[in-house]
């Protein structure tokens, strides 16, 4: 598409944006530069979506991998797959193995026997002797033929049973890993990009265990014709490489120019599948009805798709030259070898039936490394997203949460937060700046302030899913005890800390799986389950769905359901609950609930407190707080108050009170106060 049609597409034909519209706006979509970025790239993705320069970096190093770099890393990486195929199943690798082994003798007994086939058929003597003498050289090719046929059915069954497992055990090691990674690394965006492009790449290994199969079967077969031909003349070996080596140069040079054209654009390729995505998305259907929003998406599908093609052409065109080149190459070569051939025959270097040998293995070869080529060519690839999933399952390693460390208190009293400031990675201002805070058992602590104030981060300290930067979070015993969460057992702190985060996930799995999971590391106890739902009230609820428990809580499903957002809300409550811990860290957790349903919550986590559980209540609804042991008021990063409701409310000028009396203006409860400069 031109830069001007673009425009036009963006602006709309009248020249009027037919969306409220980002074209109105001062900052309106360029049309697609001169560095390829589409007009609607720039609308709703804010401009080019490639890779950035800490990645270029990364693919400067791969496309810097010279053929020899690449020679010497494609054993590694198909010791990764066999050392994976040998942990899972070490009879099925030993069968592919010997299988490969069997193929290659297979190939040169066949070379053997044609050339005793030719040397009977080109002797001196009347014809029926030749057949004759030539009769046990043809019965050793039908057996070989029989074995071959045999042995590769033996590979086909072997390297079947192999592959998913080697798939399944890669697979497992990177995930283990990547969800073992501490939180606050997944939030820097280099490590990040390394743990998600490690995902391409576990379904690599099964395509390696078959390609090196595939590659093996033709390398063996070849060494095999090789040696046979270098036993009838040692001129034939060189002629065979230099056919070789120019298309194994292509095949890789290709491979390898996809692969950083892929890693290039894989932010752009996810932006068109989410596009397309939300087309499809039941929450996303009204949107896209009634705010014309579908036109818009369809409209970025089709000019980034267009770009994505634009890319796809350069990669043929350029191909299409690389294979240009390596097949003139390896003609000339083939040429040559034909007329060394020729003057070895005319000049009696060679008997006939030894050059009609060597015709045979050198037509066999170069379709063996047609093939060769082209699997080489795909196993690259593979290996350079494998690489991807071993260097993300290796980073994930390095930034483990620890599995050592200092047993916690039992029981555990309270959590002091001291001192504690946190700093996102790559951000500029701290979330927390130098807070103290304490959470009891048996109490309700209140966390309270504008948006952005370091609630949610604060509950997340508190959770052990982040470390702070500066100060520390001592776990108290009974006896005064106490264990700082840096040093102490990370399992511990989890297991202590039952958890309702703002966007906690809404698995698509069934009501009681959903609950269940909030235990994921102990067997699931029903009992438990409605009891817990009982204590979020959404036991009913379920009892009565078409498959009760059993019902998938996503509609689409053969027993799928729809639930609305406050029913999804309790669920997400219950499974908290379950988790029966003595620190319950909940964030907004009633923000979906009706006035009764939010009452009655908030009713249910003082009952909870009143047992002993220290319940952090993160919320915005002031009312709720009001019944609080103790209530911190946090703005941006600071503590700024705190205490109980009352004395809150005895500070004129306090931020506690500003917000509570805002709240209450709007019941028609007091006057509304001016704004205070707190967000
Ligand atoms: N994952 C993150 N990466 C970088 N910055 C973040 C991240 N999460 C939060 N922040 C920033 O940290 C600050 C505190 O955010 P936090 O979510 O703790 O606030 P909050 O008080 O819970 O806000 P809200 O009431 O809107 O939920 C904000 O400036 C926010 O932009």
């Not at 817990?532 to 059993?550: C, F, K, S, T, Y």
């Not at 923000?591 to 220290?614: K, M, N, Y």
Request: charged fraction near 20%; hydrophobic fraction near 45%.
């Amino acid at each position: 598409m031109t830069p001007r049609r673009a425009r036009e597409k963006a602006v709309g034909p009248s020249g009027q944006s037919g969306q409220s519209g980002p074209s109105d706006t001062p900052d309106a979509p360029d049309a697609p530069d001169a560095d390829g970025v589409s007009a609607v790239e720039r609308e709703l993705f804010g401009g080019r979506l490639r890779w950035d320069d800490a990645f270029v970096e990364h693919e400067g190093a791969v496309a810097r991998m010279r053929f020899t770099q690449m020679a010497a890393a494609l054993p590694r990486m198909v010791g990764v797959v066999m050392r994976a195929g040998w942990e899972t199943d070490p009879r099925a690798l030993t069968g592919v193995v010997l299988a490969q082994i069997g193929q290659g003798l297979t190939a040169a007994f066949g070379l053997v026997a044609v050339n005793g086939v030719l040397a009977s058929l080109f002797a001196n003597g009347p014809t029926g002797d030749k057949l004759r003498d030539s009769l046990p050289a043809l019965v050793l090719l039908a057996v070989v033929a029989v074995g071959t046929a045999l042995l590769m059915a033996w590979s086909t069954a072997m390297s079947g049973r192999l592959e998913p497992q080697v798939e399944r055990a890669v697979s497992l090691r990177y995930y283990r890993a990547v969800t073992g990674v501490e939180l606050a690394a997944t939030e820097r965006p280099d490590i990040q990009r390394h743990l998600e492009a490690g995902r391409f790449g576990t379904d690599s290994a099964r395509r390696m265990l078959t390609l090196s199969v595939g590659v093996a079967n033709v390398v063996i077969g070849m060494v095999a014709a090789a040696l046979v031909l270098a036993s009838l003349h040692w001129s034939l070996l060189p002629m065979l490489l230099a056919i070789a080596l120019p298309k194994g140069w292509g095949a890789v040079r290709s491979a390898r120019r996809e692969y950083i054209s892929r890693r290039h654009w894989v932010d752009h390729r996810r932006a068109v599948a989410t596009l397309l995505q939300y087309l499809t998305m039941p929450h996303a259907a009204g949107e896209i009805r009634a705010h014309a929003a579908g036109s818009l998406l369809l409209r970025g599908y089709e000019e980034m798709s267009g770009l994505m093609e634009t890319e796809q052409r350069r990669l043929a065109r350029a191909q299409a030259r690389t294979d240009l080149v390596a097949g003139a190459f390896s003609g000339l070569a083939s040429l040559g070898c034909y007329g060394v051939l020729w003057w070895l025959l005319t000049s009696g270097g060679l008997p006939m039936a030894v050059g009609g040998t060597a015709v045979v293995a050198i037509r066999t070869s170069t379709g063996r490394l047609t093939s060769l080529v082209q699997q080489v060519n795909r196993m690259y690839e593979e290996m350079l997203q494998l690489n991807d999933t071993e260097v993300a399952t290796r980073l994930a390693a390095r930034h483990a949460i620890p599995r050592t460390g200092e047993p916690l208190p039992s029981p555990v009293r309270e959590i002091q937060v001291r001192d504690v400031s946190f700093t996102y990675p790559g951000a500029t201002v701290p979330a927390l700046h130098r807070v103290d805070v304490t959470v009891r058992r048996g109490e309700v602590t209140a966390l309270v302030g504008a948006n952005g104030s370091g609630k949610s981060t604060l509950a997340k300290i508190l959770g052990g899913l982040l470390l702070p930067g500066g100060g520390g979070v001592w776990w108290v015993g009974a006896d005064g005890e106490r264990v700082e969460v840096r040093e102490a057992v990370r399992a511990d702190v989890f297991r202590s800390v039952g958890m309702l985060t703002q966007d906690f996930p809404n698995w698509q799995m069934t009501a009681a799986a959903n609950i269940a999971v909030g235990a994921g590391d102990r067997p699931r106890d029903m009992a438990r389950v409605e009891e817990a739902a009982r204590g979020a009230d959404v036991a009913a609820l379920i009892e009565g769905l078409p498959h009760g428990w059993n019902s998938i809580v996503l509609k689409g499903y053969e027993r799928g359901v729809q639930l609305s957002g406050g029913q999804w809300q309790k669920l997400g409550t219950a499974r908290s609950l379950y988790r029966g811990a003595p620190f319950l860290l909940v964030d907004e957790p009633t923000s979906a609930l009706d006035p009764h349903a939010e009452i009655e919550a908030f009713d249910r986590l003082r009952t909870l407190a009143d047992s002993g559980v220290a319940v952090v209540l993160v919320t915005h609804r002031l009312a709720a707080t009001a019944s609080a042991d103790h209530i911190y008021v946090l703005d941006r990063g600071h503590v700024a108050e705190h205490g109980a409701h009352e004395r809150l409310m005895e500070r004129g000028d306090g931020l506690y009170r500003g917000m509570f009396e805002a709240q209450a203006a709007q019941y028609g409860l007091g006057s509304r106060p001016a704004a205070s400069g707190t967000s």
